[in-house]
């Protein structure tokens, strides 16, 4: 297409849809490439609770549904597609979706992350209703439940003790009998006497299907063979996540685990006129609220860096 936009979003979730509702109000004509999956993460939970402004609580894709709506209010068009290839070679940018090429002054890359999952179909099926990635989001709907925590490293062991907060019970299961968590966290787990350990055993299946609602786990011992069923009220997967970042590693400096480097106090890549927003760049909070909260500091950046541009070009001109 020959039309040269401001700003090209990509992603849609609480960080790509935040940037487009600044970026639109600020006139800048935003263009997000959502993707076919848009909403992110959100869209696999049910009640939101933290979130401010939603006293009553929501659910999760009728808050992105929000969201998408408010920035389209202002102006911001959307493609629901995923995006094929980029070029950031030169200014403009490149964006392709398929055989359609868009191009921008600036680009917001807002692709977010996914949380790893078992690969069971039973955990799919109940996901939102017992099964959850996240224990600061949901970790309060389980008081005095049962609850089991599926992993081994410092996440699992983080994710287990916020839970024992609530939880009358934490169940641990991991794989081996060794943890890749780092020793003072695996203590800090022992030494709470609401969790306990299961070793040497892996998830199998997801129990509940017929209730609607997690009711416990068939876990296969990894030594043995064996199987067995444990009662539980819900599942903490806590596995490890994978930044959405595949398109731009070629292009965009990154961490060990693919996750974009920006500037220290802004969303700024290395490349100039390339900024970066949300989970794609933050694997420490994973919130709705931090990734909104950084999706306003791209648009930000980006209409400074435009402002810049523009008043660069004024002045060349001038001396002319």
Known sequence: MSQVRDVIIIGGGPAGYTAALYT??????????????????LMITSDVENYPGYADGVLGPAMMSDFRRQAERFGAEFVTDDVTSVDFSERPFRVHVGSDEY???????????????????????????????????????????????????DSAMEEATFLARFARRVVIVHRRDEFRASPIMVDRARANEKIEFV???????????????????????????DAREIEAD???????????????????????????????????????????????????????VTAAGSGTMAALDVQRYLEEQRHEREVTAASV
């Open 103 to 153: 191009r921008a002054e600036a680009v917001i890359v807002a692709t977010g992350a996914s949380a790893r999952q078992l690969g069971l179909s039973s955990e799919q099926t109940l996901q939102g209703r017992g099964v959850s990635y996240c224990a600061t989001c949901d970790g309060a709907f389980f008081r005095d439940k049962v609850v089991v925590v599926a992993g081994g490293g």
């Open 199 to 225: 070793l040497n055993a892996v998830v199998e299946e997801v129990l509940g299907e017929a209730a609607g609602h997690v009711t416990g786990l068939r876990l296969r011992d990894t030594v043995t063979g």
């Open 234 to 288: 819900g599942i903490f997967v806590a596995i490890g996540h994978d930044p959405t970042t595949a398109l731009f590693l070629d292009w965009l400096d990154h961490d060990e685990q693919g996750y974009l480097v920006t500037e220290p106090r802004s969303t700024r890549t290395n490349i100039t006129g390339v900024f970066a927003a949300g989970d794609v760049q933050d694997h420490t909070y994973r919130q709705a």
């Open 24 to 41: 639109a109000r600020a006139n800048l004509n935003p263009l997000v490439i959502e993707g076919f999956n848009w909403g992110g993460q």
